[in-house]
């Protein structure tokens, strides 16, 4: 099949379902347990594990999505159509509608069904680009597919507050939010799918990770553990260690919103340099900037702030570049795209539910407890926000190297 250069149409249809993907992605993992917290009293303990749990799942389940893409009996307009309606369900079992059954269960079947939706429209939004855009079009239709989830998390992580100001049940809003977005984005993307089925051999079972993409999956599961890490830890982080919970909102806002502005100087920068190149001085320069954070305490909200949107902009590297370089690898090989971000969209999940079923227990076990704060507790939390995602994104460096290494030997390399 011939590869094209995407249309404004195509392009405005992605970017809104960019902003769908973003809105019911890692926002849901700051509001949902809470939700379920404070109105249903569920403990913080067992939502972090049938978090987890799903994530355990997901396992199985993301790889047999991408497969089910791949074998190609529905097209991906139907697909897409039933992902969204699974988003649709999942997001008013979560926030619209009463538990009508114990909520610990209604909360792991709602979420399930948001999380299954969303897995497989991520699926089929990356693997389109790879299928069915020239390689000169990537960082263009990149452009617009991340910039349009980081406008998607930034509208999703601050929606609950916002409505808080104009109505006593903010969460039914949020949960509307979440439907109108996911409706208008399946619909208007509707027409820009392929119509072309890819039809193959492959039958519908599990697989392992073709060994050849082995590397890009560790690559992008390392690297973001340190962002699900500060992701999980934030509110705490702010409220205890840079002591100004009220400040909280504005900042994740600024983070978000500078990841979002620098999602196009990060697609310029791929075209005029070597990705693989100006990846690795985005991790770098992250990694100094959580070395700084450490040294950080109490009254240091001007510098922590300027930390965010310095740290924003670098998450948009993370976000932009490195899908970037998976399909341009891809494209050089003949692994199936569904299946491979089948294996990418559960590498990116399991991050989030390492944070969240490990990070926040064995915080606890290190004496924080946000009832009782002490000093030895606040130090802990800045290790756990600031020195492990340091560690982390020091092997995420290791694991990039490795990957670009046997590359930049090869005339066919990533590099430009």
Same mark, same amino acid.
């Given at each position: 099949?011939?590869k094209?250069v #995407?249309?404004?149409?195509i392009?405005?249809?992605v970017?809104?379902? @960019?902003?769908?993907?973003?809105? =019911?992605?890692?926002?849901?993992?700051?509001?949902a347990?809470?939700?379920?917290?404070? *109105?249903?009293g569920?403990?913080?303990a067992?939502?972090?594990?049938?978090?987890?749990? %799903?994530r355990?799942v997901?396992?199985?389940?993301? #790889?047999?999505?991408?497969?089910?893409s !791949?074998?190609?009996?529905l097209?991906?307009?139907?697909?897409s159509?039933g992902?969204?309606?699974?988003?649709?369900?999942?997001?008013?079992?979560?926030?619209?509608v009463?538990a009508?059954?114990?909520?610990?269960?209604?909360?792991?079947?709602?979420?399930?069904?948001?999380? *299954? @939706?969303?897995?497989l429209? =991520?699926?089929?939004?990356?693997?389109?680009a790879?299928?069915?855009?020239?390689d000169? !079009?990537?960082?263009?239709?990149a452009?617009?597919?991340?910039?349009g989830?980081?406008?998607?998390?930034?509208?999703?992580?601050?929606?609950?507050?916002?409505?808080t100001?104009i109505?006593?049940?903010?969460?039914?809003l949020? @949960?509307?939010?979440?439907?109108?977005?996911?409706?208008? !984005?399946?619909? %208007?993307?509707?027409?820009?799918?392929s119509?072309?089925?890819?039809?193959?051999s492959?039958?519908?079972?599990? =697989?392992? #990770?073709?060994t050849?993409?082995? #590397?890009y999956?560790i690559?992008?599961?390392?690297?973001a553990?340190?962002?699900?890490i500060?992701?999980?830890?934030?509110l705490?982080?702010v409220?205890y260690?840079?002591?100004?919970a009220?400040?909280?909102g504005?900042l994740l806002?600024?983070?978000f919103g500078?990841?979002a502005?620098?999602?196009?100087?990060?697609t310029?920068l791929?075209? $005029?340099?070597?990705?693989?190149w100006?990846l690795?001085?985005?991790?770098?320069?992250?990694?100094?900037?959580?070395v700084?954070?450490?040294?950080l305490?109490?009254g240091?909200?001007?510098?922590?702030?300027?930390?965010?949107?310095?740290?924003?902009v670098?998450?948009?590297?993370?976000?932009?570049?490195?899908p970037?370089?998976?399909? $341009?690898?891809?494209?050089?090989?003949?692994?199936?795209?569904?299946?491979?971000?089948g294996?990418?969209?559960?590498s990116? $999940?399991?991050?989030?539910?390492?944070a969240?079923?490990l990070?926040?227990? /064995?915080?606890?076990?290190?004496?924080?407890?946000?009832a009782?704060?002490?000093p030895l /507790?606040?130090?802990n939390?800045?290790?756990?926000? !600031?020195?492990?995602?340091s560690?982390?994104?020091?092997?995420?460096?290791?694991a990039l190297?490795?990957v670009? $290494?046997?590359?930049?030997?090869?005339?066919q390399?990533?590099?430009?």
């Amino acid at each position: 099949m011939s590869k094209t250069v #995407p249309n404004r149409r195509i392009l405005i249809a992605v970017g809104l379902f @960019g902003v769908m993907l973003g809105a =019911v992605g890692l926002p849901i993992y700051l509001h949902a347990p809470k939700y379920f917290s404070d *109105t249903y009293g569920v403990s913080l303990a067992s939502l972090g594990a049938i978090m987890f749990a %799903l994530r355990v799942v997901d396992f199985v389940q993301d #790889p047999l999505l991408g497969r089910l893409s !791949a074998i190609g009996f529905l097209s991906n307009r139907l697909l897409s159509a039933g992902a969204g309606a699974m988003i649709i369900a999942g997001a008013v079992g979560l926030f619209v509608v009463t538990a009508p059954i114990d909520p610990t269960i209604w909360f792991a079947l709602s979420l399930m069904l948001l999380f *299954t @939706g969303y897995s497989l429209s =991520v699926i089929l939004l990356y693997t389109h680009a790879t299928n069915n855009f020239a390689d000169t !079009a990537q960082p263009i239709f990149a452009r617009w597919r991340e910039a349009g989830q980081l406008i998607g998390i930034c509208l999703s992580a601050i929606a609950p507050t916002l409505f808080t100001e104009i109505s006593h049940v903010p969460y039914t809003l949020f @949960g509307g939010f979440l439907i109108s977005i996911t409706g208008v !984005a399946v619909v %208007l993307m509707h027409n820009s799918w392929s119509e072309q089925m890819t039809t193959t051999s492959q039958k519908f079972s599990f =697989v392992a #990770p073709d060994t050849r993409i082995r #590397p890009y999956l560790i690559l992008a599961f390392v690297n973001a553990i340190p962002v699900a890490i500060t992701s999980t830890l934030f509110l705490f982080y702010v409220e205890y260690a840079i002591g100004s919970a009220t400040a909280s909102g504005p900042l994740l806002l600024l983070f978000f919103g500078a990841a979002a502005v620098s999602v196009p100087i990060w697609t310029i920068l791929a075209n $005029k340099y070597a990705i693989e190149w100006v990846l690795g001085v985005a991790m770098l320069a992250s990694l100094i900037a959580f070395v700084v954070t450490f040294t950080l305490g109490a009254g240091d909200i001007v510098a922590f702030a300027i930390i965010c949107g310095v740290t924003g902009v670098l998450t948009g590297a993370d976000l932009t570049l490195l899908p970037m370089i998976f399909i $341009k690898f891809l494209q050089r090989t003949n692994v199936p795209s569904e299946e491979a971000f089948g294996y990418w969209s559960l590498s990116s $999940k399991l991050a989030l539910a390492l944070a969240v079923g490990l990070v926040l227990p /064995g915080l606890e076990v290190s004496g924080f407890d946000p009832a009782f704060p002490t000093p030895l /507790g606040i130090y802990n939390l800045s290790v756990a926000y !600031a020195l492990v995602p340091s560690v982390l994104k020091i092997c995420a460096i290791y694991a990039l190297w490795r990957v670009t $290494k046997p590359q930049s030997a090869s005339v066919q390399g990533l590099s430009r």
